[in-house]
Each structure stands twice: as C-alpha cells, then as structure tokens.
C-alpha cells in the first residue's frame, strides 16, 4: 500500500513562494512517476506538475511554466513543487499522486494513488 503525506502549504502574499512536499511510503518511490495536481471549490482536480522516474522529465501546465518546479528526490521518497512568484489564481488544495506506469500523465485518473492534500491560499 502507497501512502502520500502532503505538507508544506500555507498563506502567502501574492508574489511571494511556498515550497510543498510530498513524501511516499510503503513501495518503492522510484517505481512512480509523479505529478501534483490542484482543485478549486467545485471543480474537477486540474493537473499542475509531473516528474518521471529518474526527474529526467518533467511537465508543467502552461500557467505555471516559469514560476512552479517540481523536483524528486528519490533517496528521500520525496517530490517537491516550488511554487514561486504566487498569484491570487493559485489558492486551491494542493494533491501529490503517484503514477505506477511509465508515462507521463496530465490526467488525475490514470494516478493509483493520492495525499490528503494541502491547502495554499495567495492574498492580493
């Protein structure tokens, strides 16, 4: 059994940064690949981020391009999403989910597994 254990979230000024973890127990991390996915109130989780295996490749939706990073470290069984320059846009919870086949997915059902997710809220 996967287990994802969000942190990292938080209250923030616009412009400002929050860097989230996610660390993986119970199989082995880098048999996954990763992604980060977000949702408003009311709506269907969009996807964010995703990191292959080996963090040899990753994905980003264009409205984060140039200010979100995600990262894996797999010694620590942890990915990251650095989350710079915030905007208001950016409040939602925040999901880390693990992907057990070899691909790069933008969409939420093909992860097995999901966190508990953590909350990120951008003041103006």
């Known amino acids: 059994q996967v287990q994802l254990v969000e942190s990292g979230g938080g209250s923030v000024q616009a412009g400002g940064s929050l860097r989230l973890s996610c660390r993986q127990s119970g199989r082995t991390f880098s048999s996954y690949v990763m992604g980060w996915f977000r949702q408003y109130p009311g709506k269907e989780r969009e996807f964010v981020a995703s990191v292959s295996r080996s963090a040899g490749t990753t994905s980003y939706t264009d409205s984060v391009k140039g200010r979100f990073t995600i990262s894996r470290d797999n010694a620590k069984n942890t990915v990251y999403l650095q989350m710079n320059s915030l905007k208001p846009e950016d409040t939602a919870v925040y999901y880390c989910?693990?992907?057990?086949?070899?691909?790069?997915?933008?969409?939420?059902?093909?992860?097995?597994?999901w966190g508990q997710g953590t909350q990120v809220t951008v003041s103006s």
């Open positions: 989910a693990a992907l057990s086949l070899n691909f790069i997915s933008r969409r939420a059902s093909d992860y097995n597994y």
